[in-house]
């Protein structure tokens, strides 16, 4: 059985444009064209064995469903273990089901706790723009957010997200649907505050994407950004030639300075630095539930500050601005 996605929180929080957007637009997203591994994602979630649902819920830094009282036998939890296995690589996490612990490469509970401090979601209206398979999502329900809209164009995520689904009982009021912010169906629905938490060093155009944050939100409201910068004062900027930390897709790395001015010139107003932290392989490391290379492997073997090909280690900085 794969869960359905409960689209009608849309219309129940207020977006019934988006809900009849996102039903006529979905069957194409999720065609069998899209991706090759699809069928494979499908029948992961469909073999996750029949165990009993159980209230969204943190458990030790992960987000945990399922029966809490309730611990499959041995044959039953290696049932669940590879039916999980089946949605190789896990990005973010951590996750547990009935015990078992999805480890997944970021330690996503990091970050989260190195921003809860400094912003409070209850009751409030939230788009997270890329993502993943939802974990910050799950955790934005579970600090009281009233609706969480996350949007992310991998189909292996949304199948992530589906697995932990079918495991819960209650009130859902996190969804994750496959669409990039570009493409999504929006009819001019704004929220009370945008996530985009390491999307920014992935775009051509960085102030394009800012200035779509900023579209999407309510007049007041509060955007949430989290990107890799460089240290350094005003005008700062990396452009790295080819790669950077081996991936190819990375474009502009500011100095906070500079991105704070990005903000600005973009019509953000009172932009505040909340962190500054550097990315270890305690944070984001291979695990049994992500076996390809990580971080380790994208720094320089005899100097830890730099990467691979020369660049400065990965440092993020969170920044909250308002519209």
């Not at 960085?206 to 579209?215: K, Y």
Request: aromatic fraction near 8%; charged fraction near 25%.
């Amino acid at each position: 059985m794969i869960p359905e996605l409960p689209l009608e929180i849309l219309a129940e929080e207020g977006f019934p444009d988006m809900a009849r957007a996102v039903r006529e637009a979905l069957p194409d997203r999720l065609s069998p064209e899209r991706h090759g591994d699809l069928p494979r994602w499908r029948e992961a979630v469909a073999a996750l064995p029949t165990l009993p649902s159980g209230p969204l819920r943190l458990q030790d830094g992960a987000v945990a469903a399922g029966d809490p009282a309730y611990r499959p036998d041995a044959e039953t939890r290696e049932a669940l273990r590879q039916a999980l296995m089946g949605l190789h690589p896990w990005r973010k996490g951590p996750f547990e089901l009935f015990g078992l612990r999805i480890d997944a490469e970021w330690r996503s509970d990091l970050k989260w706790d190195r921003l809860a401090p400094h912003v409070d979601f209850e009751g409030l209206r939230v788009l997270d723009v890329g993502c993943g398979n939802g974990y910050y999502a799950w955790r934005m329900q579970l600090a009281g957010a009233r609706l969480v809209v996350g949007i992310d164009p991998s189909l292996l995520f949304l199948h992530q997200y589906l697995a932990m689904l079918r495991y819960l009982e209650g009130p859902v009021r996190a969804l994750v649907l496959p669409w990039t912010l570009e493409a999504f169906p929006f009819a001019g629905e704004r929220f009370d505050r945008v996530l985009s938490m390491g999307v920014l060093y992935h775009r051509r155009s960085p102030f394009d994407h800012l200035l779509a944050l900023r579209e999407r939100l309510r007049p007041g409201g509060e955007l949430v950004l989290e990107t890799l910068v460089i240290e350094g004062g005003r005008g700062r900027v990396l452009v790295p030639e080819s790669r950077y930390a081996r991936m190819r897709n990375v474009w502009f790395l500011p100095s906070v300075p500079e991105l704070v001015h990005w903000l600005l010139r973009c019509g953000f107003r009172d932009p505040r630095v909340i962190d500054v932290t550097p990315t270890t392989p305690e944070e984001q490391r291979s695990t049994d539930w992500m076996r390809f290379e990580s971080l380790d492997r994208c720094l320089d073997p005899t100097d830890a500050t730099r990467t691979i090909e020369g660049h400065p280690a990965p440092l993020r900085a969170l920044l909250v601005a308002n519209r």
